[in-house]
């Protein structure tokens, strides 16, 4: 029998294995690799479970594994939404005052309105919102997921969800691409580096979207807050928000599932590569090491290129404001055109709009709606309180309940920012699976919201 005839009678006899034969085969080996040590290796005080395996015992069961992993990621979000709120005022109070500042001065030199308004206005307000929005979220999120990282608590993530992602066709180490794109999806998409299979890191980096970054958290933290939230005393709003930002977490999650399983069953159909995950040994956390890739390595890289795209969307605002169009101005005009579109899934053409101008930085959602619907020239904060802001939003702009909850839905699907797509391109080097990543995501989001639009007008809740 030559080799061709060898190779391919070995084609057809791996074509017939079952799914688990390489997950047997790494078994046996380790089994006989640890029958090999016991019989090689004596220790002094033999203990059938380490410090290590009791605590793997609970955090890698299949009862407690993954109830844990739920708390620890709302205890995570919890002190991102409380902690990040009161840095961004402070933040926001200092770059807004410079701002102030500067713009006063350029007006006592006489400079004209347009160039004052376009550079402190425009590009300079753009980028304080994205900064003072920004980060103090990720200042926050960053180390806490560094921290698991270091302590070694992440790789029993991956194998808590290796099932899952197994069922869906994707690899198991992406749920720890997906934990890294809470803090920036951008972050998340070069977090699949992990994934040795090509076929597999892509399944990856097209659905990391589909958890919520923290340049989202303001808009699902702002609904939360004063749809859901409101109904309770103030001791247990931070707490009913952070429920239900949870809540939109784990819908994402069930849609980077669904995803998945499409995407390996079709464009991206092909074998599953073997996953062999060791779990490394607990270990004291180094606070150096925390410090330094939280904040070097992540927090600054992504604010840097977050900053980059916000300047020209911040220009763009101010531009479509100040420039009259009609009896208004260009954004009103605009935003008019996309109104019947926007009522058909359940939102209005402010909202659409403010997601075209966002697309470079998706913190400047709120600051850009709450612009057009108090009728100002330049990004504003909006009502300081959550009843002023459900005034303003209901009373003063006919929103309801279905546009709230679409609104959620429509900030969790939607495409990637500016910065994730450019990563993306610069991850795949392919024009292709980038405009495919926008393809996807914008394509579920407008489905989605269509059809719970659809369904609550159907049923009288609309």
């Not at 690899?171 to 972050?187: D, E, I, R, V």
Request: aromatic fraction near 12%.
């Amino acid at each position: 029998m030559n080799p061709n005839d060898i190779l391919a009678k070995a084609e057809t006899l791996r074509n017939n294995l079952s799914s688990g034969f390489r997950d047997e085969i790494v078994k046996s080996l380790y089994a006989e690799a640890e029958t090999i040590a016991q019989r090689a290796v004596k220790t002094a005080n033999e203990k059938r479970y380490d410090f290590d395996q009791k605590i793997d015992r609970l955090v890698t069961s299949p009862l407690t594994g993954l109830p844990i992993m739920l708390l620890l990621l709302a205890i995570i979000i919890w002190l991102t939404v409380s902690g990040a709120n009161v840095a961004s005022d402070a933040i926001a109070t200092v770059l807004f005052g410079f701002g102030e500042w500067a713009r006063a001065l350029f007006v006592g030199w006489n400079v004209p309105w347009w160039i004052t308004g376009f550079i402190w206005d425009g590009v300079y307000l753009g980028l304080a919102w994205v900064v003072s929005v920004m980060l103090p979220p990720m200042m926050i999120f960053f180390p806490a997921f560094t921290f698991l990282e270091d302590l070694g608590y992440l790789p029993r993530v991956a194998f808590n969800m290796d099932w899952m992602f197994k069922k869906a066709g994707a690899h198991g180490k992406q749920s720890l691409t997906m934990a890294m794109g809470f803090g920036c999806n951008a972050a998340g998409v070069v977090a699949t580096r992990v994934i040795d299979s090509p076929r597999e890191r892509l399944i990856a980096i097209l659905t990391n979207n589909f958890v919520p970054c923290n340049g989202r958290f303001p808009t699902l933290i702002m609904l939360a807050t004063v749809f859901v939230a409101a109904g309770f005393s103030p001791a247990l709003t931070s707490i009913i928000a952070s429920g239900t930002v949870v809540g939109i977490v784990l819908i994402g999650v069930a849609f980077t599932f669904l995803m998945s399983w499409i995407l390996s069953r079709t464009v991206l159909k092909g074998e599953a590569s073997a996953f062999t995950l060791e779990l490394p040994p607990y270990r004291r956390p180094n606070v150096s090491r925390i410090l330094y890739t939280s904040i070097i390595d992540r927090t600054i890289f992504v604010l840097w290129r977050a900053m980059q795209t916000a300047a020209p969307a911040g220009a763009i605002i101010w531009i479509l404001a100040n420039v009259p169009f009609g009896t208004s101005n260009l954004a009103a005009a605009i935003a008019g055109w996309l109104n019947p579109f926007g009522i058909l899934l359940g939102l209005d053409g402010i909202i659409l709009l403010a997601y075209i101008i966002a697309i470079p930085a998706n913190e400047i959602v709120v600051p850009t709606m709450m612009m057009m619907y108090m009728g100002a020239g330049m990004m504003v904060d909006g009502p300081s309180s959550s009843a002023a802001i459900f005034d303003l939003l209901v009373n003063g702009n006919g929103w309801t309940m279905l546009t709230a909850v679409n609104l959620m839905l429509f900030a969790l699907l939607h495409n990637p920012c500016a910065t994730t797509i450019m990563t993306i391109y610069k991850e795949t080097k392919s024009y292709k699976w980038a405009t495919l990543s926008v393809v996807i995501t914008l394509g579920t989001a407008f489905l989605v919201t269509f059809l719970t639009a659809s369904v609550a007008r159907l049923l009288g809740w609309a």
